[in-house]
């Protein structure tokens, strides 16, 4: 408004003075390019500061979220290290209850080492998944380029980009708070069932019959569902088949067909010929209806 203001009492200076003196014209056109210059400066600066800010803070948000994946990651791979040593512990107490006459016998040391080189195996293998590596990489890689790019250009654009990076991290934050959890509920059922599975078991082994009749009825469950679907997939299949071959079908079969049939009802008697004759018909009209 004041800029509209400044140019129109401008533009009359100019009308009033053009015809006096070209000198006082060009001074004129040049006072107003200044203020033009300096008005818009004024205009620019508030906005570049304001989204300047907004850059810093999606790079705090972005940096905070990579923190906080890789702090997961760590607890995901602990955590399955953890259930993968209960469900060792856990195999070999249900071992020794399955053959009670080696019940009271030590447990040799090759066993332990090859138990141990299990475990040691798969967590090698969790901390080796390519999967995290790519993702660990990617993070690194958008993270050095975020930094590497010049504040001043595209700054909005720039913004934009950093709420859909930051959206996506926050997705793989809730799938693996889901996961953690999953686990969790994983490890606490496993150390239910270890904590029942001792070595000197007395009263605590009717706890455990319960248990791993627990873990057979699910088994019996999960093997019911999938026959289940297969059946299904294989009805499926067949009745795919059937469509196929009813369309792959060829006509000149069909007429063949027809023709064989007419000539074994002319070896019949009359009566009988006519009836057959209308269920040949009828079989026909059927067949072209389909």
Known sequence: ????????????????????????LTKSVVDIQERLLRSEQGNLHPDLRSVQAKLDQALYHLHSRDVRIEELTMEI???????????FRLSDALRRTAEPSKENLPKSPMQDETNTDKLSELHGGYKKDPVGQTEREARHVQQMQLYSEDTTANKEDS???????????????????????ELQNEIRCLQSVSESTRYDFGDG??????????????????????QERLSEVANYEVEIEELRAAQSKP????????????????AFPDGEQGKKVHELGKQVASQKAY
């Open 1 to 24: 408004m004041h800029l509209t203001l400044a140019l129109q009492s401008a533009i009359l200076c100019l009308f009033k003075h053009a015809k006096q003196d070209p000198l006082v």
């Open 205 to 226: 082994e009717e706890t455990l019959r319960s248990s791993i009749g627990f873990l057979e009825q699910e088994r019996l469950r999960l093997e019911d569902l999938i």
């Open 159 to 181: 913004i934009v980009d950093y709420e859909i990076t930051i959206k996506n991290q926050m997705e793989q934050l809730s799938d693996k708070d889901r996961i953690i959890v």
């Open 251 to 266: 006509q000149k079969e069909d007429v063949a067909t027809f023709l064989a049939m007419i000539e074994e009802q002319n």
């Open 77 to 87: 791979i602990q955590l399955l290290e953890e259930r993968d040593s209960l469900q």
